[in-house]
């Protein structure tokens, strides 16, 4: 017997389908009338309660998930998405190569490319592989107070859990690469090393001072976010995960200027002499302006892909200039698409967006942030 609940999950999913694969005939002609897909997958839909998406329904998903993302300021390109199909891949073992393999191919010897490699779907009865990490490169972080930690002051919980289960990878430096966790399909979580030729990192220099090349600051050239789940039409791929290149605020303003992460703005200030006994001199101001210099400049040496605030906000009202073009609403979340300095002198600050949900996105699961930091990992 089939209770209310089951009925209208199924029902939604069955919608959600229609939805994609309306839209999925829509925006690619050639594929020719929905109509005869549209009965194949309800008929695969009733006998199985799930179906499977054509190679091309993939691509197109996963590149219209980016497109449908409201945090996203990087969206112009979302049609380039260079699009892996493991769906075969369910092992911890063969996720977590793939994983590794991912990186190769997005790092392209610094010619970072937007990739996304999905793995098997949730299906009745049997969830996909989940990757627990929320990104694929992460560096370890050695210490229980922000103020205390040794290296990414974020990671320490996950850290904390890997040592507590024998990993013995870290050499106790700021930038120690943290082991990948994979949980496969009737499997409990594992982690593997993560090899180093799969990493590319960028020393950090500042342009105007040489001093800033031994103090031994790096960041790693590619962003892969490994915890959200990837959903098309009703389907669920909760391990996929996808890059696009670093727009440089997001090293230089957050990951080591937060508080809560490498919180280096003080350290910066007193290199650049600042006065740093009063909050007016706008000390913090001058040091976040300087170190995202030295992260551009140093990327740029390094002939490594980022781009800067300016650029991406720009790129980003080109990007909706097409959308309407072609008759499509972007949805934005303006607090996020505001770059996290000099929001002002970029364009985007100075309009208003509106938020849009899909159900073809990338979404964070209930549990995530808690997988992300070992909790439970046994
Ligand atoms: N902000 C995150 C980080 O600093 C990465 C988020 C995705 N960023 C991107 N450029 N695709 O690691």
Redesign the pocket.
Known sequence: MEIPQQRSAAARVREEAEEFIRLFHRENPEAGDPRPRLAAVRDELARTGTYRHTPQELVHGARVAWRNSNR?I?RLYWNSLRVRDRRGVVESDRVAEECFEHLREATNGGRVR?VITVFAPDAPGRPGPLIWSE?LVRYAGYGDHPSITVGDARNAPLTEALLRLGWTGGAGTPFDLLPLVVQGVDDKPRWFETPADAVLEVPIRHPDDAGWGEWGLRWHAV?A?SNMCLEIGGIHYPAAP??????GT??GA??LADTDRYNLLLAVARRLGLDTTSDRSLWKDRALVELNRAVLDSFDRAGVTISDHHTESRRFLTHLEREERKGREVGADWSWIVPPISGSATPVFHRTFEERQSSTSYVHHPGAQERAQGRDLV
Not at 242 to 247: A, D, V
């Open positions: 996203c990087g937007p990104q962003p976010i996808f890059n696009g290149w670093y727009m997001e090293i957050r990951n």
